[in-house]
DNA sequence: AATGAATGAGCCTTCATTCAT
DNA sequence: GATGAATGAAGGCTCATTCAT
């Protein structure tokens, strides 16, 4: 799949250029940094075989990064945060049935971050909290609030427009967000021990508890 | 309760013979490891601090362990296992409604799992899997595999009592737990980092959730 | 001389004793690094060949030291510091003519600093005083401060008692220091390049020099 | 002077066209490189700190240089010989007291070298002496041995004329030099860590000394 | 001629593991 | 059984050197 650093050697035709921007970072680099940290783990995981997943030599990764660490950084930064502007973005413009809505963001959750190889962020970022509270302060801030932000302002409108019951909106969000999450990290750790859990019907199991549990009961009558 | 490794040095005279069978695994060493593992991860601690934890040398790790991976997996053989036989016990013996099953299920976790040191484990293990697969397949077969088993046995029961709708059950479980797992591990990570999600509202709110969306719906007519 | 650490593996007949004391810092550490620091120089020195030429491995020298730089330092502090106590005993209780006492105290020098492997010091504190400005200002601090002290004390009781003449003792310490610290430079670092100066020549030629400069000069009328 | 590398990135189309034969050795590059030699020492100075306070990029280094030793080699080259050739010139064509002949070797060493940035050479060679044998030879051989040469000349000179007592003339070389030498040596390493040694003075005094030491003793009578 | 991104060998440092006591 | 000094392999990081542009 990636050429391996060494063969690149001898076939020095699919070489990557040599020159490059020294400003901007490389996403070949980062993308490798989050396949081996979300597989192995970051103590785990050696510079060296960051720097040949991604074809370069261990020292270009200092072009780059300061150190291990700000790699790391980098990868959850570059990764998930330019997901959310989109998605508020279009939270904002939607007009229909709040339920809906809500479909929609955990749809959205699942193409964009779920089924992709972002997917092991999560648990990177849970398996790693500890050793850079920095890091996870940083993911916590931006990520999980603006997230769980995004979520509440829906509930908020649902609950306004008599769509949706009364209810506890922060414990609500936590509730909807984690079997989502829970997937994810799964997906990224243990499911190949065992049966594969089937997304698409999770989610569907998930959203129609849900519907039946946010919903004012109007159709039942 | 262990003498300090320190005091050891100088009081070494009137020292209580420490007996240990060489077969029996002193749960101290465990116990320190457990503590550690889940704060740093397996790779990002150190022996030398485990030892230290539990007030023996460093040297001492190795009488009981062959190596830092046995160590490993004795933390969580030891942990989760000897509490499934309990909780089958348990509800083989039950004999009312379903829901309620379901309920001491989920407090039961809570009380001897989730709001222990115990509740980094899941964390552990999903930080870890991939290096490990080896104990990450015996944590699959034994306490994923029978933990879903007990809950499959509620549900079936349920059903079958006509107490619970017909659904797909495999993935009822998945939803059940889900939530569970995600508040363990979220309480081993990140938690410190905002707000302290309430552990029994959370509790509290998925079981009503769930109490909606498994029940037949008699009561609402 | 010192048995390669490669042969001691083989023949280990003549191993260095494995059980050690951790809290003093054993001087076969101390008395390698200093060797090569003086040889090649910090930067240049490398912690395998200390390690190798005093015959343990390249980790023990953790064991006594945090990092390289305060394996410098205690090169520094073990060699040097220790002279001075005993020097500043022999002058206080001296009591003949102040210029033997001159003399005492340059022979002295040359037999316990010039004469022996410390005569490497001078050299490696010049040659890395801007890269450790804590061990130099150490250096200066214990050892040149203290130094000029005991020479100090002997030209003043010298003026005092009318033996020498009034001079400015400060630049005196300077121009009677110079040349035995040139000394020890040299034959730390040029000298194999042409012919080797003649110590003890050059160190009575320079008192010869000295004597005439400070004494007064009843003997010339 | 230099145009900064930062400016010649973005204004490269006015660039002054800076045309340099291969030949010639552009002394802003041995000037910086002198200058961080001395400060940090060959080890520890960087190819890119040369490059940087040169004005250049670090490859250009290498148009001009084989590598970093060559360029450690040509500071030594181009800061002391030319040096030289001027000084045996003067001490040719001088007519008077050989006494007076002596102080303006020194005071021309101190204008020169000691009071310049080449005071960091003899310091730099007594660090590195260790490292670049050949680079040692080499100063040994047209720096120091031509420099011995030109205060031979002069002792023998004064001798011959009877101005100077009979003496021995190397060891007299050796005492007259190691003063000068070795302030030169303090200015470059340890001076900022206390008082600093007044150096005309301290030349004055020395060469005070001198004057009894070297000179028939006439004037006493 | 000049650049600077890329390289990779080398070194400091850590730490799991061993073993003499 | 217990200790802890010693080991040495491994990995993060640096920097002299190269080379395509």
Redesign the interface.
């Known amino acids: 799949m990636i050429p391996a650093a060494q063969s690149a050697k001898t076939v020095s035709v699919s070489r990557t250029p040599r020159r490059r921007r020294k400003d901007e970072q490389p996403s070949e680099l980062t993308a490798a940094a989050l396949d081996l940290f979300v597989?192995?783990?970051?103590?785990?995981t050696r510079l060296d075989d960051i720097a040949a997943r991604a074809g370069v030599s261990k020292g270009t990764l200092y072009l780059y990064f300061d150190n291990k660490q700000a790699l790391f950084k980098a990868v959850v930064e570059e990764g998930i945060v330019p997901l959310l502007a989109a998605a508020e973005q279009q939270m904002a413009e939607y007009e229909g049935a709040s339920l809906e809505l809500v479909r929609r963001l955990l749809v959205g959750w699942w193409q964009q971050i779920g089924d992709t190889r972002l997917a092991g962020v999560p648990?990177l970022?849970?398996?790693?909290?500890?050793?850079f509270?920095e890091v996870?302060?940083y993911?916590?801030?931006t990520v999980?609030?603006r997230g769980r932000g995004l979520l509440r302002a829906v509930l908020l409108r649902g609950i306004e427009r008599g769509e949706f019951r009364p209810l506890?909106v922060e414990?609500?969000i936590?509730?909807i967000f984690?079997?989502l999450?829970?997937?994810a990290?799964?997906r990224?750790?243990?499911s190949y021990?065992?049966r594969e859990?089937?997304p698409q019907?999770?989610l569907q199991?998930?959203f129609?508890?849900?519907a039946?549990?946010l919903c004012t009961?109007k159709g039942?009558e």
């Open positions: 597989e192995k783990g970051f103590a785990a648990k970022i849970v398996a790693e909290s500890r050793n509270p996870a302060q993911y916590h801030d999980i609030v506890d414990l609500a936590d509730v984690a079997p999450l829970m997937l990290i799964w990224s750790s243990l021990c065992g859990t089937a019907a999770f199991t998930h129609d508890l849900l039946q549990g009961q039942k």
